[in-house]
């Protein structure tokens, strides 16, 4: 589950930039380019950094210790 933020920004911005790019570009508003950039840079900031702290590690430790018990 922690990967799926990253996932779906990737899945959103990261295919779709050519065709975002020309569609205002024909449309002769290119400014709108950047406000797309901007944002996808600004979701992209703020994403939490999840290869260090995993939840799905967390969640297989958590099962693990139940099973101990």
Not at 24 to 37: D, G, I, M, Q
Request: aromatic share 12%; hydrophobic share 45%; glycine share 2%.
């Amino acid at each position: 589950m922690s990967a799926c933020p990253n996932a779906l920004t990737v899945t959103i911005f990261g295919g779709t930039a050519e065709t975002i790019a020309m569609a205002p570009k024909k449309a002769n508003h290119e400014s709108l380019y950047f406000w797309y950039v901007a944002i996808s840079s600004t979701i992209y900031y703020f994403m939490r950094e999840t290869s260090k702290n995993s939840a799905i590690e967390a969640e297989a430790d958590a099962d693990a210790e139940v099973a101990v018990r």
